[in-house]
């Protein structure tokens, strides 16, 4: 039996291997600590994790301010496609690099599945 860090790391191998354009993703803590990571070579995941609490808490405060309830999903849109972070128990987050061809919808399913897995893995 695999224990929880390789639990979690099979997670993140298998939506960047099965989701077509997914080309990374990440379980971060919310204070911007990589938990594990499947990321392409060259990416510091150190950096990844840190960014991902900066948008976070932006994203975080903005739903609160502007009263849209509880921060589930951030999306950062660039040329080359798409960051998604998605919330994955009360102090992860999952986030994943897509591709420009990325079909979202297909992306946000198979995150929402790899969340709550992870989710009960914490």
Do not use: F
Request: aromatic letters at 2%; charged letters at 20%; zero cysteines.
């Amino acid at each position: 039996m695999a224990n929880r860090a390789e639990q979690i790391q099979q997670i993140l191998k298998r939506l960047v291997t099965n989701t077509p354009d997914v080309e990374g993703a990440a379980m971060v803590s919310t204070d911007g600590l990589t938990l594990a990571s499947s990321l392409p070579t060259g990416v510091d995941e150190d950096r990844v994790a840190a960014m991902a609490a900066a948008v976070l808490a932006l994203g975080e405060r903005t739903a609160l301010e502007l009263q849209r309830g509880t921060l589930e999903q951030v999306y950062v849109k660039g040329s080359d496609g798409y960051v998604i972070m998605m919330q994955s128990g009360p102090d992860a987050v999952l986030e994943a690099i897509v591709g420009s061809a990325g079909k979202l919808g297909m992306v946000l399913l198979d995150m929402n599945r790899a969340s709550k897995e992870l989710a009960n893995l914490l």
